[in-house]
């Protein structure tokens, strides 16, 4: 049913399939994959643009992640304008490729389309001065690139303007690194660049909480529908949970309670990046099975989740 429906939508969405190449189903490495298995597919135009054909990409929701140009269908070279979409519709992110290769300005936004993040790309490496944005508009980050390497002076800093931290790199290796607390003091503990989330108790009561809040539906129970949803989900700069979204689904009902645990779990100790508070974006699957059992043997061991980016 669930191939049936995105066909559907395939057609009504392009006026018809004689417009489009046949769907392509990638899972989360863009790897292409079965139906069943997909976390996205890609829909390319027959009809060229200036050489090029026009390309989407979809949740399996129907939701729009992404537009871009391809060279062809059979090998995939990027080329031309590529805009990725946040799941509210608003762009999320926009640069150009050239063979492949992303090449001029990089532009990403928040959902709300306030500036998250510029710089420029050349040949496919970072270069010259980047710049990052926290939601109120102050400065989060900004330093140089020079062959993808960061170079020189890197300042970070709290969504009040204060400095959070200050590195110096010189031929790639870092050569000083200085926390601030946001008072503008010195900080004097442990210097750790990256810190994730941190669940109450740790990754074993997260694994504790989502087994124990998660209820097997009853349509689901009667069907005799088991498996697992992919659910991704965002843990903000202040350690709360948002942006909870299906990444690969099983059945309306378990999708729903599987949105459901994952929304109500309890704030985090917010991560950071360079002392400064940072949204990390993780995808945990959930487990649907009857008496704990899946496809006749035990239920799989609790799967802790995958980081999947830091965002800001």
């Known amino acids: 049913m669930k191939v049936l429906l995105v066909a559907l939508f395939v057609c009504s969405a392009l006026g018809g399939a004689a417009q489009s190449l046949p769907a392509v189903y990638l899972n989360e490495r863009n790897e292409e994959t079965v139906p069943d298995s997909a976390s996205h597919y890609r829909i390319v135009d027959q009809r060229p643009e200036a050489g090029l054909l026009p390309m989407r990409e979809y949740a399996m929701n129907g939701t729009l992640m992404l537009r871009g140009f391809l060279t062809s269908q059979e090998t ?66 900004e330093g140089q690139y020079a062959g993808n390497h960061a170079l020189g002076e890197w300042r ?44 109450p108790g740790g990754e074993t009561a997260l694994l504790d909480y989502l087994n124990a809040h998660t209820e097997y539906p009853k349509d689901a129970r009667r069907k005799g529908i088991t498996g697992k949803v992919y659910v991704s989900y965002t843990v903000d700069e202040d350690g709360r949970v948002s942006q909870v979204r299906v990444v690969r689904g099983l059945s309306a009902d378990a999708d729903n309670e599987a949105i459901r645990v994952v929304k109500s779990l309890p704030r985090f100790k917010p991560g950071r990046e360079y002392n400064v508070p ?25 799967t802790p989740p995958v980081e999947a980016r830091a965002t800001w």
């Open 156 to 199: 970070y800093y709290y969504n009040t303007g204060q400095p959070a931290a200050v590195e110096s790199i010189e031929q790639g290796q870092p050569t000083a690194l200085t926390f601030y607390n946001e008072n503008g003091t010195l900080f004097d503990g442990l210097l750790l660049r990256r810190q994730p989330p941190e669940f």
């Open 76 to 141: 995939p070279v990027r080329n031309g304008l590529f805009t990725w979409y946040h799941p509210n519709g608003a762009k999320a992110s926009q640069v150009h490729f050239h063979d492949d290769e992303v090449t001029g300005l990089y532009v990403a936004w928040y959902d709300d389309g306030k500036v998250r993040e510029r710089g420029e790309y050349h040949n496919g490496v970072r270069t010259g001065r980047w710049l990052s944005v926290h939601r109120n508009g102050q400065k989060r980050s």
């Open 278 to 302: 940072t949204a990390f974006t993780y995808t945990v699957p959930i487990y649907f099975a009857p008496d704990f059992r899946l496809f006749g043997g035990p239920k799989p061991a609790p």
